[in-house]
């Protein structure tokens, strides 16, 4: 059985920095990331697509090259295309690559399992031809592809990034329907103060506004009652805003109104959660250097609260030098001397969060749809459905399997658990952290029993 100092998980900002981190501090690591190449969600496939792409991506993605070259340094054994189905206490991980089971071991765990899209629920969000702004990011990021005929809609940074995006391709959206109002970012102002810490961020997103406009995209502001009319297939954005209906055809809708940390691998290991109101998610309680309360292991990145690239590389590299410390290769002093700066840089990068949070709140009525429209995906559990379940007695997540299977599908609930959560508390009149989550088991992604038959000693696996 192989084993390692420490074992990351994800190879994003956060899991390549750490990874990178401890070998410098002399720790063996173990690196598995499902993606056949590493860079994460951020910077998917960043070593093909900064040359061929990076005009259209921008430097903030074409920086990536800088992780993952790195990564070719001794003391880190790189797995791609590994998918982690569940890790033990001990540590033992277990994932399937290339048709087959295999596992690690280590001493320490640092989980970089970074975000998700906030699902957006909304009537017709189920037709073809309707995904998330980050699929469609994707799309572009791997293989070059732009949607035409596209609305975004939803709220957010990310929205800016993917139209700014495809106005570079050459393929612009046809408009953006936005659901944040003016209120909102007026109240946005009293975090003023910290979001002007990070000024090049501020500088970047208003840049990104200043493109959209300049390529004559339309722009709608506080919409509501937004649909996706179609027969089959996605063909129209119907919504209201400035007081009139509107109707904007559309063979393509990119929906977005946030990212949440993707928990699932903290939660099967039964670490504790909190209710973060200002990112309306739940998300693991940690120390300052990211560990749970389960001695050696560690949370990095947007797995532990959203706050963007830097701050995952940042948190990354604190994960990683604390497990050094606790492994003996580096000693206090080293420790903190290392750490200092990454404090500051987390800090500044964290100062923005509060602005953006009040500037861009999730669409209260995307977390609280009406009642036929269908919230848990592979179970086809609508909203009405849930509802129906609080007023038979069902007071959580957890129950909701036992009334109707939401949760139960092949996404073990990541889709549609916070809308889930968010409807039993209205309808039973309590708090999101009173009503709770999925209770979530192994395996975390499916895994075959061919897959499990096939395993092998995993050291060849690490070695390659």
């Not at 993606?35 to 900064?50: E, H, K, L, T």
């Not at 340094?73 to 399937?96: D, F, S």
């Amino acid at each position: 059985m192989a084993h390692s100092d420490l074992a990351v998980v994800g190879a994003g900002p956060a899991g390549m920095a750490a990874a990178v981190t401890a070998a410098e501090a002399g720790l063996s690591v173990t690196l598995l990331d499902e993606q056949p190449r590493p860079g994460g969600q951020i910077y998917r496939d960043v070593d093909r697509a900064a040359a061929r792409r990076g005009d259209i991506l921008g430097a903030d993605f074409t920086v990536g090259v800088r992780l993952t070259g790195a990564l070719a340094q001794p003391g880190v054994a790189h797995v791609p295309g590994a998918t982690v189905w569940a890790i033990e206490a001990g540590w033992r991980l277990l994932y399937t690559r290339d048709g087959r089971a295999a596992e690690v071991t280590a001493d320490r765990v640092i989980l970089a399992t970074g975000a998700m899209e906030r699902p957006m629920p909304l009537p017709g969000w189920t037709l073809p031809g309707v995904m998330t702004a980050g699929a469609g990011q994707i799309l572009l990021k791997q293989s070059g592809l732009v949607p035409r005929e596209a609305v975004l809609v939803g709220c957010g940074p990310l929205l800016y990034l993917v139209a700014a995006q495809m106005v570079r391709a050459g393929v612009p959206p046809r408009a953006l329907v936005e659901t944040q109002t003016k209120a909102e970012l007026i109240a946005a102002f009293r975090h003023a103060g910290g979001a002007l810490r990070n000024g090049p961020a501020l500088a970047k997103g208003l840049g990104l506004i200043a493109e959209i406009a300049g390529a004559g995209i339309d722009r709608h502001t506080g919409a509501t009652d937004i649909a996706i009319d179609g027969e089959g297939q996605a063909e129209a954005v119907r919504f209201r805003a400035g007081g009139r209906v509107h109707r904007i055809p559309a063979r393509t809708v990119l929906l977005h109104h946030g990212v949440v940390p993707n928990t699932q691998a903290a939660r099967s290991l039964g670490i504790a959660h909190r209710w973060d109101h200002g990112q309306h998610c739940f998300a693991p309680v940690l120390d300052g250097w990211g560990e749970t309360e389960r001695a050696g292991l560690f949370i990095a990145g947007d797995g532990a609260g959203i706050a963007g690239a830097k701050a995952a590389e940042a948190a990354g590299r604190l994960a990683a030098l604390q497990a050094g410390r606790q492994a003996g290769r580096l000693s206090r002093g080293q420790r903190d001397r290392q750490a200092a700066p990454l404090r500051a840089a987390l800090s500044r990068e964290r100062a923005l969060r509060p602005f953006l949070d009040a500037a861009y709140p999730p669409h209260a009525p995307a977390l609280r749809p009406p009642d036929a429209t269908v919230v848990c995906r592979c179970e086809e559990v609508t909203a009405g459905d849930i509802r129906r379940y609080a007023t038979l007695g069902c007071t959580g997540p957890n129950q909701a399997k036992a009334f109707g299977r939401a949760g139960m599908g092949p996404c073990q609930g990541r889709y549609c658990g916070l809308t889930v959560t968010a409807l039993l508390a209205e309808a039973n009149r309590q708090s999101p952290e009173a009503t709770g989550y999925y209770r979530i088991r192994p395996p975390l992604k499916p895994v075959t029993l061919g897959e499990l038959a096939a395993m092998d000693a995993p050291a060849r696996d690490a070695a390659e």
